[in-house]
C-alpha cells in the first residue's frame, strides 16, 4: 500500500515538471510547448504505474491522439469576479464533488465559470463541454486548468492562460474506476474546440 503512496507522488512531480517545463516554453514557441506536453503525457501514460490506462493495456498503447496545434484556441482571459457560491458539481459516477464558483472567464468563444475545490488539496479548476463532446472529444467534457493536479499554463499578468490546446480528458475516461468532476452547466460552449485532446 504504501508503494501506491510513493508512485502516486512521483506521478504528481513529473506532472508538475511537466507543466513547469510547458511554461517555460510556452510563450517563445507554442508549438514545442505542446510537443512537450504530448510526448511528456504519452510516456506517463504508456509506463508511469499511475497511469489512468488500465495496466492490461499498456503494453499496446500507443499514445493519445490530439488535433494539431491551433493557435485560434491560445486564450486568455482575466477572472471576472462572481459572488462566491458553493457548487455540487456532478461526477462520473453519479456523485458530486463540493467546489465553490468565484468567478468566470468572457472568452470570444463563450464565458467559462472558474471553480475552487472545496476538499482535496485545494485548486482552481476550469472543466468545459464543447460541441465536440461525444463525437471526437469525450462526452462529459475536457479540463483546462486543474491546479490540483498542477495543469496550470500559469498567467499573462492578471489574465490566465487558457490554451485548448492543452486540454486534456479526465482520468474516468480511460478507465471507469476513477471518479471525476464533468463539466456543469455554465461551462458548456457553443461552439466546437477542434483543439486538445481527442477520443
Not at 504528481?12 to 517555460?24: G, H, I, K, L, Q
Not at 482575466?78 to 465553490?100: A, C, H, N, Q, W
Not at 482520468?171 to 474506476?177: A, L, N
Request: aromatic share 12%.
Amino acid at each position: 500500500m504504501s508503494e501506491d503512496f510513493i508512485t502516486l507522488l512521483d506521478w504528481r512531480r513529473r506532472v508538475a515538471d511537466m507543466y513547469s517545463s510547458v511554461r517555460a516554453k510556452l510563450p517563445a514557441d507554442a508549438p514545442a510547448a505542446h510537443a512537450l506536453w504530448r510526448s511528456t503525457r504519452d510516456d506517463l501514460f504508456r509506463t508511469h504505474p499511475q497511469s489512468p490506462v488500465p495496466a492490461e493495456e499498456r503494453a499496446k498503447f500507443s499514445g493519445l491522439p490530439y488535433y494539431e496545434y491551433d493557435p485560434r484556441f491560445a486564450k486568455r482571459g482575466k477572472v471576472r469576479s462572481l459572488p462566491e457560491e458553493r457548487y455540487d458539481v456532478g461526477t462520473s459516477t453519479g456523485g458530486v464533488i463540493p467546489f465553490v464558483r468565484f468567478g468566470a472567464v468572457d472568452l470570444d468563444i463563450g464565458s467559462l465559470e472558474v471553480f475552487w475545490l472545496d476538499a482535496y488539496s485545494g485548486g482552481v479548476f476550469l472543466p468545459f463541454r464543447d460541441a465536440t463532446a461525444g463525437k471526437t472529444t469525450y462526452g462529459g467534457g475536457r479540463y483546462l486548468l486543474d491546479t490540483a493536479k498542477s495543469a496550470d499554463l500559469g498567467a499573462n499578468g492578471d489574465e490566465l492562460v487558457l490554451d485548448f490546446n492543452f486540454a486534456y480528458h479526465p482520468s474516468c475516461r480511460y478507465d471507469p474506476k476513477w471518479v471525476c468532476p464533468l463539466a456543469p452547466l455554465g461551462n458548456r460552449l457553443q461552439v466546437a474546440i477542434e483543439a486538445g485532446e481527442q477520443m
